[in-house]
């Protein structure tokens, strides 16, 4: 399996996103409904292009 490869606005987005979310954070750890949150959010705003075929995470 190859690595994920990740753009700087992909990181970026990602850490915004992380950053919004972390009143919501329990526990020290963010939960899993906020990474599938994640996912979803940067699915919406970088959509996979053929070449890539799915999202590594």
Known sequence: KNPAVW???????????????????????FKKAMWN?????LMTKFPPSASQGR???
């Open 7 to 29: 753009t700087t606005d992909e990181e970026s987005t990602l850490l915004n996103f992380l950053f919004s979310e972390l009143p919501k954070i329990g526990n020290g750890n």
């Open 37 to 41: 949150a994640a996912s979803s959010h």
């Open 55 to 57: 999202y590594p995470w």
